[in-house]
C-alpha cells in the first residue's frame, strides 16, 4: 500500500492567479502523475512528472500552463497559470510505487474554483 | 493506449451479483486490464488487474476471454456502499492510464 497526500484540499481562487498544488508520496517513486477531473467527468491525464527531465505533457495540455516540478522521488507540484473559471476542477496526483503493471495510488485531489 | 467501452450506467439490487463488462477491440500483447473504483470526493481506487483467463481477489472477480478484446468484472452479492462509477483500463504499464467513461453502478436497497 501507498499514502499520497495532496494539498491544498480545495480552494478558491480568482481568475488570473495562479495556484500550486502539492503531491506527497510515502516512498520513492520513478514516476508521478498529474490528472484533471471535471465535474461528473472521467479522469485525464494532465502530465508525467519524471524525477530530473522535464513532465512530459498529454495533448491539449502544454508547460505554460501547467508548469509541473519534480524535485525528488517522492515530491511533485502542479501549478495552474493564469486562472479562468474553465480551470475549475478536481486535480489528482498518482504514483505505481510498486513499478510498471502494477496497482496506482491516487491523492485525494484538490478542487479548485475559479471565480 | 488501447480504447475501452463500458457501459455509462447499470442499476442493481443489494445481494445481486452486478457483471460490467468493457470492450478492448485494440488492445495490445503487452496490455494488462484494470478497473478502478472512485467514490465521489475521491481519487481512484484499484480493484483488480489481470491478463488472461481469470483473476480473483477478496473484493472482484475478472474475467477476460481467450482473444483478449473485453473483460468482465464481476462483484458478488454488492451492497449499497458498492454504489460508485467503476473505470475499465488498458496498458498504462507506467502508470500513465488513459481512463475511459467509466460506468455508474447504482446499487439500490
Known sequence: ???????????????????????????????????????????????????????TYESGFVIDKFPISRPNLTFSTLTVSNMSPEDSSIYLCSA???????????????????? | LA????PISMDSYEGQEVNITCSHNNIATNDYITWYQQFPSQGPRFIIQGYKTKVTNEVASLFIPADRKSSTL????????????????????????????????????
Open chain 1, 1 to 55: 500500500s501507498a499514502v499520497i497526500s495532496q494539498k491544498p484540499s480545495r480552494d478558491i481562487c480568482q481568475r488570473g492567479t495562479s495556484l500550486t498544488i502539492q503531491c506527497q508520496v510515502d516512498s520513492q517513486v520513478t514516476m508521478m502523475f498529474w490528472y484533471r477531473q471535471q465535474p461528473g467527468q472521467s479522469l485525464t491525464l494532465i502530465a508525467t512528472a519524471n524525477q530530473g527531465s522535464e513532465a
Open chain 1, 96 to 115: 505505481c510505487p510498486q513499478g510498471p503493471n502494477t496497482e496506482a495510488f491516487f491523492g485525494q485531489g484538490t478542487r479548485l474554483t475559479v471565480v
Open chain 2, 3 to 6: 480504447k475501452t467501452t463500458q
Open chain 2, 74 to 109: 464481476s462483484l458478488p452479492r454488492v451492497s449499497l456502499s458498492d454504489t460508485a462509477v467503476y473505470y475499465c483500463l488498458v496498458g498504462g504499464s507506467q502508470g500513465n492510464l488513459i481512463f475511459g467513461k467509466g460506468t455508474k453502478l447504482s446499487v439500490k436497497p
